[in-house]
């Protein structure tokens, strides 16, 4: 893992378009795009570039298209495209353009048949693996195709019987005919089209050619009329292609940029791999609040603000490195802490009975909601004589330096008063199930005239105004940071953290919390961030937590 680099204040993408700006090459324009493939739901990498494609354009006072680059009628499917603009309007973007690059079939099918009339693409009958065999290697030469050297009429009428359907799936395929020795690998004659007899969520069973990505992603960029097409490093070695295809066909040329793509620590981030998590439901959805897709941070209580902040954080790199979940972590807390209300919940009760408060007496206190945000008021917590504790924040043995409640000593309620703990009652296996304290009514929150210092201050909820809930804690999902570490032949599922959710099913809230809207966000006092679940009923509401208060982990690693 290494730290984030420093972001100056022009990173080196906006160095490219300050130059472009200089010499004139757009005329000023800048145009992006995201080109998302509608294979599945958008994560927090699709999050880094959105939030670059569109910052660009935002920054320099250009536009951005969203395409929809839907080459691959197999694996796509409209629920993803609805999700996709879903996710990036809640990330507060708004594209210019919305575009399919199925839009475009007409016209790549054209540009194809202008390169075979130029004698620089061929029909190829060898099959998938013939053509991988003859491929070379990055230090061997390729072999060339028999078929290479066919005639422009013969190509011509070969295409259009491809299109017209005449052959099976994997008999033919158009391919650029450039260098089979070139030292990249992606210049050796590469396949531009393949017959998928595949019924396409856009098209229909109008085509049974599809274009490759890499025919289809660059001619796109061109009718659109982008200036900077941003895509991950792995696409550099593509480069060379996506010039020579847009060169021979002699159409506008977008300048192709590419930067480091975002690898999170502790999680995967392709879309086969999250396809295999929710196939497999080893997590419960797209939207499981373990995943790093961006509907899962939603649900996990991640706001839209704290993404950007994070994506801004990282910057761009070239150089592909792992970033730190607490970073991401971070970003949340930051948010969170100005502008969630605070509440008092307890996880795993314990009753403490106030034995000199009156019976039947009860009283509202007075909170704050948000100590950073002074303008969001205050609030009344109820209080009575019984109330509820967190378990572990009672011990009968204390190790030296726990300030919590033990027997005999002194806390501080919070809003409350100081409390004494008297007696500890336990059940016939000698578990604690109660615990009989006094208050110092002089003791009162704002109003301390009992002179008592106490060390520890412990959140709790009133009984009689407690009511039920679930409250869920996430962990990472995976117990290893690095996936692509994993050896050859053991199954990366084998590291999924098996305590990366943990269900306390009785916690006990304010009553006040069941009127928590759906995706509403909480600081649960001493506790962390936490956010109503869709899950929640009138009956039982439920909570995620979102993050801790503090980084547990780098604690833990200490
Ligand atoms: P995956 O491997 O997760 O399926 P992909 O690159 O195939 O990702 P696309 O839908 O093709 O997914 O990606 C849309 C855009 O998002 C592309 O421009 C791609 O470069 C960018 N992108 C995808 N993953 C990341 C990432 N981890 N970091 C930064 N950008 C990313
Ligand atoms: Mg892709």
Excluded at 97 to 102: C, K, N, Q
Excluded at 288 to 293: A, G, S
Excluded at 347 to 354: G, M
Excluded at 493 to 507: C, G, M, Q, R, Y
Aim: glycine share 6%.
């Amino acid at each position: 893992m290494e730290a984030t680099e420093h972001k100056s204040s022009v990173n080196f993408i906006e160095q490219i378009i300050d130059s472009h700006n200089e010499s004139g090459r757009f005329q000023k324009r800048v145009h992006t795009r995201f080109p998302p493939e509608p294979n599945g739901y958008l994560h927090i990498g699709h999050a880094k570039s959105i939030c670059l494609n569109f910052g660009l354009a935002q920054k320099y006072n250009g536009k951005c298209n969203l395409r929809f680059d839907d080459t691959n009628p197999a694996t796509e499917d409209v629920e993803y495209v609805d999700s996709i603009r879903n996710d990036v309007r809640w990330l507060g973007f708004e594209w210019d353009g919305e575009f399919f690059a199925s839009d475009y079939f007409d016209q790549l099918y054209e540009w194809a048949e202008q390169l075979i009339r130029k004698g620089k693409a061929y029909v190829d009958d060898q099959t998938a693996e013939e053509i991988a065999a003859t491929r070379g290697t990055p230090t061997v030469p390729g072999k060339e195709s028999p078929f290479r050297n066919r005639s422009v009429e013969e190509n011509l009428d070969l295409f259009r019987r491809m299109k017209a359907g005449e052959f099976d799936e994997g008999s033919k395929v158009l391919r650029a005919k450039i260098d089979m020795s070139s030292p990249n690998m992606h210049m050796r004659d590469p396949v531009l089209y393949r017959i998928k007899k595949a019924h396409h969520h856009r098209t229909g069973d109008r085509w049974c050619i599809y274009p490759m990505y890499d025919f289809a992603h660059g001619l796109s960029d061109s009718i659109e009329g982008i200036t900077h097409s941003i895509c991950t490093l792995e696409f550099e070695v593509h480069r060379p292609l996506y010039d020579w295809l847009i060169d021979e066909l002699g159409i506008y040329h977008p300048q192709q940029i590419e930067f480091a793509r975002l690898n999170l620590a502790y999680t995967v981030m392709s879309k086969r791999k999250l396809l295999e998590l929710v196939e497999g439901k080893y997590v419960s959805g797209w939207d499981d609040p373990r995943l790093p897709t961006i509907s899962g941070l939603r649900r996990r209580g991640y706001t839209p603000a704290a993404i950007r902040h994070f994506a801004d954080k990282i910057g761009v790199a070239k150089r592909d490195n792992i970033i730190d979940v607490a970073l991401l972590e971070f970003c949340i807390r930051e948010d969170l802490n100005k502008t969630a209300p605070r509440t008092m919940v307890v996880l795993r009760p314990l009753k403490v009975v106030i034995t000199n408060y009156p019976e039947g007496q009860t009283e509202m206190l007075s909170a704050v909601v948000n100590p950073e945000m002074p303008e969001m008021g205050s609030r009344s917590v109820p209080f009575g004589r019984e109330i509820y504790i967190e378990q572990d924040d009672f011990m009968e043995n204390p190790p030296k330096g726990y300030f919590r409640l033990t027997p005999g000593g002194e806390v501080r309620l919070k809003y409350a008063y100081i409390i004494q703990c008297q007696e500890v009652v336990k059940d016939e296996n000698g578990n604690v199930t109660e615990l009989r304290c006094i208050y110092f009514p002089e003791s009162k929150s704002g109003s301390d005239t009992s002179g008592k210092k106490v060390k520890g201050t412990l959140h709790w909820v009133a009984a009689h105004d407690a009511a039920e809930a679930e409250v869920r804690l996430y962990d990472r999902l995976f117990t290893i940071p690095d996936l692509s570490e994993i050896p050859e032949g053991q199954d990366w599922k084998d590291f999924i953290n098996p305590k990366s959710l943990e269900v306390v099913s009785h916690a006990k809230i304010e009553k006040s919390l069941l009127q928590a809207e759906s995706g509403s966000l909480w600081q649960f006092e001493r506790l962390g961030y936490f956010c109503t679940d869709p899950d929640t009923t009138p009956q039982k509401p439920v909570f995620n937590r979102t993050v801790t208060l503090k980084d547990t982990w780098a604690k833990a690693a200490h």
